[in-house]
């Protein structure tokens, strides 16, 4: 038994319009006025276009008289458009020990300005080894010196945590 596929991802043009009336535009954007969808469709095959089903949710609902491959080619064209200007949010990190000198630490802050800068969000994260894990609050004060330090460009969105060996702070762009 051979399945079909169901119409229902076709697009509503030309002979697929089941409307008793509809109201038809013109190619130039002229109003034709409210007629039959075989009326609209004779005289879309005169100019050699495609009656496309624009608005179904109107009343009667519009159709418009165009090229229908020209039309498809124009709306992938804006969907590829918008693909490529938006942005996806990373999250970048940034890794130090609490006893980290003074040159390294502005290193760092600097990378964590640059990808705050880009848009991305800063993962900051403070490593113990063995004994250093006593020291807790000095890796804290360290975090939130680099949020003083980065206030101008992010927001603390997770404050200084433990999670095991690490003491972690997310910042994120400033809006």
């Given amino acids: 038994m051979a399945l079909t596929?169901?119409?229902r991802d076709l697009p509503t043009i030309n002979e697929r319009i089941r409307f008793p009336k509809i109201r038809v535009i013109d190619?130039?954007?002229?109003?034709?006025?409210?007629?039959?969808?075989?009326?609209?469709?004779?005289?879309?095959?005169?100019?050699?276009?495609?009656?496309?089903?624009?608005?179904?949710?109107?009343?009667?609902?519009?159709?418009?008289?165009?090229?229908y491959g020209k039309f498809k080619f124009e709306q992938e064209k804006k969907a590829r458009e918008a693909r490529k200007k938006q942005h996806t949010?990373?999250?970048?990190?940034?890794?130090?020990?609490?006893?980290?000198?003074?040159?390294?630490?502005?290193?760092?802050?600097?990378?964590?300005?640059?990808?705050?800068?880009?848009?991305?969000?800063?993962?900051?994260t403070v490593m113990f080894r063995g004994r250093e894990s006593q020291h807790s609050d000095l890796a804290e004060s360290l975090l939130m010196r680099m949020a003083n330090d980065l206030q101008n460009v992010a927001e603390i969105q997770q404050a200084p945590k433990r999670e095991g060996k690490n003491m972690i702070m997310m910042l994120s762009p400033k809006k």
């Fill in 27 to 67: 190619s130039d954007g002229s109003q034709l006025g409210i007629m039959a969808p075989r009326e609209a469709l004779r005289i879309a095959e005169e100019k050699e276009l495609d009656l496309v089903l624009v608005s179904d949710k109107a009343d009667p609902p519009v159709c418009r008289i165009m090229d």
């Fill in 5 to 7: 596929k169901p119409n």
């Fill in 89 to 124: 949010s990373d999250v970048k990190e940034v890794k130090m020990r609490y006893k980290i000198e003074d040159h390294d630490y502005q290193v760092l802050v600097k990378r964590a300005s640059g990808f705050l800068g880009d848009g991305d969000k800063v993962k900051a």
